[in-house]
């Protein structure tokens, strides 16, 4: 099982829509987690850290569950912009590597 | 620019040939990372570097890997005798600080490499 799982999707959504999804991870030791956009053939950026508290970023909403060893994305009021791979990365507690899950395909249709 | 550089952005080798992939770091950035991502997965921990120092390469596939950062900025990663499982895009990511912490790494364009 990898330490880092995600729905590799895609996911499709219409213009204007909600959508949301999950990340868990394995290693309770986690300590940092983050939310990555890729488009394709370009390099991962950096859309929002989780904070444990959650966090809101415009249209964007970060979700962190210690308990449940998931991290949530939600999305309001989808752009065609927004059409991207999404990738949860998180960073252990007593290590510095990032561990990446393999992303998850968000397509926005018109 | 002020961001992560490296280059070439696509190189293609034939089987057997040494490439070396450069990443120039966001200037003053303290830890500096390499990442090999095949398509459709996330990108894999290859080595890490804080300042001149490689603090971890096992992410490193085999002894054909190499990567260096001799003055603590600029980091080449080098392939001995290429195989096709070689192909893959390259990231190479800095960060301000140090080892752990809570600071997202930014990343370059990549190289992608294509072994023939």
């Known amino acids: 099982r990898k330490e880092v799982e995600q729905d590799p999707g895609p996911f499709n959504v219409p213009e204007g829509a909600t959508v949301a999804f999950n990340c868990t991870y394995s290693?309770?030791?986690?300590?940092?987690f983050f939310w990555y956009r890729q488009d394709c053939r370009k390099e991962p950026k950096l859309l929002m850290s989780?904070?444990?508290?959650?966090n809101e970023d415009g249209r964007f909403t970060a979700q962190l569950n210690r308990a449940s060893q998931y991290i949530s994305l939600l999305i309001r009021d989808s752009k065609l912009s927004d059409s991207a791979t999404y990738l949860c990365?998180?960073?252990?507690?007593?290590?510095?590597?990032?561990?990446w899950g393999a992303g998850t395909k968000l397509i926005i249709k018109p | 620019g002020a961001g992560v550089s490296q280059s070439p952005r696509y190189k293609v080798a034939k089987r057997g040939q040494d490439v070396a992939l450069r990443c120039d770091p966001i200037?003053?950035?303290?830890?500096l990372f390499w990442y090999q991502q095949a398509l459709g997965q996330g990108p894999e921990f290859l080595t890490y570097?804080?300042?001149?120092?490689?603090?971890?390469k096992s992410g490193l596939p085999s002894d054909r890997f190499f990567a260096e950062r001799p003055e603590g900025s600029v980091s080449t990663l080098k392939i001995q005798r290429t195989q096709q499982e070689d192909s893959a895009v390259y990231l190479c990511?800095?960060?301000?600080?140090?080892?752990?912490?809570?600071?997202?790494?930014?990343f370059g364009d990549g190289t992608r490499l294509s072994i023939l």
């Open positions: 990511a800095s960060s301000p600080g140090g080892a752990g912490g809570n600071q997202p790494q930014h």
């Open positions: 200037s003053g950035h303290v830890s």
């Open positions: 570097f804080q300042n001149e120092a490689q603090l971890d």
């Open positions: 290693n309770s030791a986690s300590q940092s």
């Open positions: 989780v904070y444990s508290s959650g």
């Open positions: 990365v998180v960073i252990r507690y007593s290590n510095y590597q990032l561990i």
